[in-house]
């Protein structure tokens, strides 16, 4: 077996596990380093933000649940159509121009966070339906805790 083949069935095991929390939290952590660090940059060249007036309910339970099931209903609809690997691309390309619609940059942060949870998706889709979807809207919302949190430190 190749080392790319071992690596996603590890990926794949690590959200299929017991709790979806548990798997919420691992797929929050494997893009964590990221978000911290596009968050910062966001900062440094937004040094007022953004969004700081959005509520923290909105950022923490409308969006994700929103963004989820878009990145979702996309997803299924573009696997009948499109390889896995296309319709991952496209889905993240679509989620982030929608937040490129609030700044540019908003949309190249989102970009790789979609397509990692766009993977996921794909991968869990095919086990468990409902954690297909669960398992992103928490990974985002913990994502978006972490970015509430740099903004309301700076």
Do not use: C
């Amino acid at each position: 077996m190749s080392a790319a083949f071992i690596d996603r069935i590890r990926f794949v095991e690590k959200m299929s596990g017991p709790g979806i929390w548990r798997a919420g939290l691992w797929l929050f952590g494997y893009a964590m380093l990221p978000v911290a660090l596009v968050a910062a940059l966001f900062l440094t060249v937004f040094p007022a933000g953004l969004q700081r007036d959005m509520e923290p309910f909105t950022w923490l339970v409308v969006s994700p649940v929103i963004e989820t099931l878009m990145l979702g209903a996309i997803l299924i609809h573009l696997r009948k159509r499109q390889k896995e690997h296309h319709s991952i691309m496209l889905a993240a390309l679509v989620l982030g121009a929608f937040h490129s619609l609030n700044s540019m940059l908003w949309g190249f942060i989102a970009l790789p966070l979609f397509l990692v949870h766009g993977y996921a998706f794909t991968r869990l889709f095919e086990v468990d339906r409902q954690r297909a979807f669960v398992v992103p809207m928490v990974a985002h919302a913990l994502h978006n805790v972490l970015v509430l949190l740099v903004l309301k430190v700076a």
